[in-house]
Nanobody, 123 residues
Framework: QVQLVESGGGLVQAGDSLRLSCVAS????????MAWFRQAPGKERELVAR????????TCADSLKGRFTISRDNVKNMIFLQMNSLKPEDTAVYYC????????????????WGQGTQVTVSS
């Protein structure tokens, strides 16, 4: 059973930056796709960004492009989410997830999940 552990959340002010980290308990498979999701209170969990472990190709939600960037460290089995120019509407629990096979979009298509890390952006 793969375990994912997120870190890096916190309370920041609007305009600040945060970098979230997620470490996997075992070496990522070449056919893995990893992602960051977020869930705000009363809202559905939404996809933020994805990365293909082999080759490092990425996607990002259109509304977050230019502010959020996903990346990986192959050696450390980690992915990151760099979040810049944070806004109060970015407040959510951020989750790391992993799946295999393709660029999946829905949370139900991801096999492994972390516990989440809270990001709160004050105005």
């Amino acid at each position: 059973q793969v375990q994912l552990v997120e870190s890096g959340g916190g309370l920041v002010q609007a305009g600040d930056s945060l970098r979230l980290s997620c470490v996997a308990s075992e070496r990522a498979s070449v056919n893995w796709y990893m992602a960051w999701f977020r869930q705000a209170p009363g809202k559905e969990r939404e996809l933020v960004a994805r990365i293909r472990w082999s080759g490092g190709a990425t996607t990002c939600a259109d509304s977050l492009k230019g502010r959020f960037t996903i990346s990986r460290d192959n050696v450390k089995n980690m992915i990151f989410l760099q979040m810049n120019s944070l806004k109060p509407e970015d407040t959510a629990v951020y989750y790391c997830a992993a799946t295999s096979g393709s660029w999946f979009y829905f949370p139900s298509e991801y096999t492994y999940w972390g516990q989440g890390t809270q990001v709160t952006v004050s105005s």
